[in-house]
């Protein structure tokens, strides 16, 4: 047996971490789960630390390569399909990291000993617009995420969506195989997500008119259903330099396509050009501060009497010391409190630590755009209604005050005159920012126009409440006239 197979004695099994053509790391697992992490002597002379926890000042503790390991994993329905399909538990991450280790966020990939980069070739599973429009149409009941008898997810997250690569010019090529790259994220909105992609749309679109970087993203109409199309911030591609891939394109007439398997008796093999895309590494809250995905609300355990207290998961004070040490800390600092100010006023309950990311490189942090901005409570009490982190101690179980404010300056490090500056911006542009974001919107039907309102007047409410509390709390100048605004 070759030393470097897993040994069916002992359940013992290794993984090379590759970032580009550089070895990065070796990990050792037994029995599925991480036993130890170690940086290649070339990584450690010539490269960076994946993260503040996989450091290079000593031995990596394993509960630490296991959390940052385990958010690089889908959640919820996707990922239970993932470890049925695999036929592991779901705390094997040697065999879920086997399968989904070449397309992983940022720009890792998980090898066998004995492979790299240079040595897997490209492959794309195209997609034809007819095949494309049924599985849309289906998307309620056949998850989205798995093809020919796979899961092709592999980004953290609940919502239903895939990695694809899609370009300007050709639109949606496939799903990439091998050592291709997605380029986009497609997004789905289920039966009981009606509006969720609108929602979002127009979330993100505000947030970028009030200058808070957000990823890029388009609205798509396919079978009577919305989907959100996403680019991908961690990864830079250029149309312009093309590279061969193998296509495998689906034998008309040989199955369904939802039920393939990937036999090359299914498909008709043959080539197709598709842009070359560089991967950026990428770490999300939970991965920057060493913990599982399970951490990444505030509250834990949950919002229950009994447990609320218990208040380990990220905050805004963790946040605030990785921008602390970010490259650019002042302009991290400011950037993450417009974004805490804003999903305040839109109701963005969900904004947990998962739901902000940071670069890393040999030069250092820096904060990533923001993506799955959401009005939560535009949903209409569908989901939860108190915040993933507390504005002090305030979860929203009762209304903010001024002082709730200040305490999330402190938390960030933002100077008082900095919150104030921040606070009025955003909560006086938001509603005539959504009010532009609105009209940029592809045509829309009856109902969720009906929807657009409920949203403009959620947003435009809190804002108004929100800036009446400050004008009352601080008599700044810009606010006495609040009385004169009509409401929205």
């Known amino acids: 047996m070759n030393k470097d197979e897993p040994s069916t004695l002992t359940g013992g099994s290794k993984i090379e971490v590759w970032m580009n053509q550089d070895h990065v790391a070796s990990v050792e697992f037994v029995s599925g789960k991480v036993k130890s992490w170690e940086y290649t002597a070339e990584w450690l ?22 959390g940052y390991l385990e958010n690089l994993f889908p959640e919820g329905n996707v990922f239970d399909s993932l470890v049925e399909i695999l036929g592991v538990s779901k705390g094997n991450q040697y065999s879920i990291l086997r399968a989904l280790g070449k397309e992983t966020s940022g720009c890792l990939m998980f090898l066998a000993p004995g492979e790299k ?20 149409s289906k998307s309620d009941d056949i998850p989205v995420a798995v093809w020919d008898g796979s899961v092709r997810l592999s980004v953290a997250g609940l919502q239903s969506k895939i990695n694809i690569i899609h370009t300007k010019n050709g639109g949606l090529i496939g799903l990439p195989q091998g050592s291709a790259s997605s380029t986009h994220i497609l997004k789905f909105e289920k039966k009981n997500q009606e509006n969720l992609v609108l929602n979002e749309k127009l979330m993100l679109d505000t947030a970028g008119l009030l200058g808070i970087p957000v990823c890029n993203t388009e609205v798509l109409s396919v079978a009577g259903k919305r989907l959100l199309l996403v680019e991908r911030f961690d990864r830079k591609v250029d149309e312009s330099t093309k590279i061969k891939a193998e296509s495998r394109t ?60 218990h208040r380990l998961g990220v905050s805004f004070e963790d946040l605030g010391q990785l921008a602390w040490v970010a ?60 915040f993933a982190m507390g504005y002090g101690d305030n979860f929203g179980e009762t209304e903010f005050t001024w002082d709730d404010l200040c305490r999330l300056a402190l938390d960030l490090r933002v100077e008082d005159d900095e919150l104030l500056e921040n606070a009025i911006s955003v909560l006086q542009d938001l509603p005539d920012k959504l009010r532009q974001a609105v009209v940029a919107l592809p045509p829309t039907t009856a109902d969720e126009n009906v929807f657009i309102t409920r949203l403009r007047e959620v947003c435009g409410n809190r804002s108004r409440a929100l800036l009446e509390m400050i004008a009352e709390a601080t008599d700044h100048p810009s606010l006495k006239d609040m009385a004169k605004i009509p409401p929205p």
């Open 117 to 136: 980069p240079s040595l897997i070739s490209p492959s794309v599973r195209v997609i034809e617009p007819q095949e494309f429009e049924r599985r849309v």
């Open 45 to 66: 002379a010539n490269g960076f630390e994946l993260s503040p926890v996989l450091d290079f000042s000593g031995k990596i503790k394993s509960e630490d390569a296991v």
């Open 327 to 386: 490259r650019d800390s002042e302009k991290a600092r400011c950037t993450i409190l417009r974004w805490a100010i804003f999903n305040l006023a839109v109701g963005n309950f969900d904004a947990h630590g998962k739901n902000i990311s940071f670069s890393l490189s040999r030069d250092g942090l820096d904060l990533a755009p923001f993506y799955d901005l959401v009005s939560i409570e535009a949903l209409s009490g569908k989901f939860k209604n108190t």
């Open 250 to 309: 689906p034998i008309s007439g040989v199955k369904p396509e939802e039920e393939l398997q990937a036999l090359d008796s299914n498909y008709s093999i043959g080539e197709i050009e598709i842009p070359s895309v560089q991967r950026t590494h990428i770490i999300d809250g939970c991965q920057a501060l060493g913990l599982q995905s399970t951490m990444k609300y505030e509250r834990y355990l949950g919002d229950g009497v009994d447990v609320r207290n």
